[in-house]
C-alpha cells in the first residue's frame, strides 16, 4: 500500500503549484484523505482534507481560501491546489489515508512527501 505524492518546487511570494497524490490501490476510495505539512524544527501539522466521497472537506485556518483540496475518485488520486504561496508555506508536504476524515495527526497510511519552497 503506498500513496506517491508528487508537485513540489521552488516557487516565488505568490505563485502557484498543484501537488498530487495517487493510491496504489484503489481500495482508498473510501478512504478520507489529506495534506499534512512540515516545516524546518517545527511539528507535523494539518493542512487540508477531504471525504472519501468529496463532499466534505476541512481546511487549516492558514490556508483557508489559498489552497484547494480535491480527488478524482476513478484514479485514486487527490490534488492540492495551492495559489498565493507565501515564505511561510515552505515545508515538506505528506498526503494520508485514513478510515475517519482527520484534521489531526493519526492518519493510517502517510506517503513519503514532496517538498516546497517558497522564495521571497
Known amino acids: 500500500v503506498q500513496l506517491q505524492a508528487s508537485g513540489g518546487g521552488l516557487v516565488q511570494v505568490g505563485g502557484s503549484l498543484r501537488l498530487s497524490c495517487t493510491a496504489s490501490?484503489?481500495?482508498?476510495?473510501?478512504?478520507?484523505m489529506g495534506w499534512f505539512r512540515q516545516a524546518p524544527e517545527k511539528q507535523r501539522e494539518f493542512v487540508a482534507t477531504i471525504s472519501w466521497s468529496g463532499g466534505t472537506t476541512y481546511y487549516a485556518r492558514s490556508v483557508k481560501g489559498r489552497f484547494t483540496i480535491s480527488r478524482d475518485i476513478a484514479n485514486n488520486t487527490i490534488y492540492l491546489q495551492m495559489s498565493d504561496l507565501r515564505p511561510e508555506d515552505t515545508a515538506v508536504y505528506y498526503c494520508?489515508?485514513?478510515?475517519?476524515?482527520?484534521?489531526?495527526?493519526?492518519?493510517?497510511?502517510w506517503g513519503q512527501g514532496t517538498l516546497v519552497t517558497v522564495s521571497s
Open positions: 494520508a489515508a485514513s478510515q475517519i476524515i482527520r484534521t489531526t495527526l493519526g492518519s493510517e497510511y
Open positions: 490501490e484503489p481500495a482508498f476510495s473510501n478512504y478520507a
